[in-house]
């Protein structure tokens, strides 16, 4: 099976337990997520949807879905989770009874975005400029001999504090709690 088949797989086993309608929706934006079309739209949602091939009322239904679609975040990284757990040649890392955990924060630049809460530095600008912040953890394994991280938990600056310091608190208190 070629990679593409293989990703369209595993996001269609993420979302077929959601309503109808949404899961197709939310399938076709995690397809448009995972292809890439954000990069050249350049974060825009709706031209990332349209280019890859939805008509205009699809483009508007994957957005609806996103927005205000009934799923959860933390229900689909389960499903995630355990399906990329039940793939042959999946291994966890441990080392000497620990699994490690990743933890990592990323950014979502939107120079143009009128009242975001939050900067991150960007090397290119040499300065902090408006963006969407992420914190993500993941649980670090192999599969098929290419370690990466299976994520657990997503994070985001919060919207009243976009400070990037509270998001990194934030992110070290939810790891400590959920660690075995």
């Known amino acids: 099976m070629n ?4 990703t369209i797989q595993t996001l269609t086993i993420i979302v077929e337990n959601l309503p109808i309608g949404t899961n197709l929706a939310l399938l076709q934006f995690m397809w448009m997520l ?10 825009a949602l709706f031209p990332a949807l349209k280019a890859t091939g939805l008509a205009e009322d699809a483009v508007r239904r994957a957005w609806a879905a996103f927005r205000g679609g009934v799923w959860r975040i933390t ?7 355990d399906h990329v757990a039940g793939l042959p040649g999946w291994q966890y890392h441990e080392y ?5 955990v990743g933890v990592d924060i990323t ?10 809460p939050s900067k991150h530095y960007h090397p290119l600008a040499q300065k902090a400029i408006p963006a969407v912040i992420m914190g993500i953890v993941g649980q670090v394994g192999s599969l098929n001999g290419q370690r990466l991280a299976l994520p657990r938990e997503f994070l985001r600056v919060e919207v009243q504090d976009g400070s990037e310091v509270k998001l990194q608190t934030r992110l070290i208190e939810q790891v400590v709690r959920k660690l075995k």
């Open 96 to 100: 000497e009874g620990y699994r490690p």
């Open 107 to 116: 950014a979502f630049f939107r120079p143009s975005l009128r009242g975001c």
């Open 34 to 43: 995972v292809s890439g079309r954000l990069l050249a739209s350049r974060g």
């Open 3 to 6: 990679a593409i088949n293989h």
């Open 75 to 81: 229900l689909l990284l389960r499903v995630w989770q």
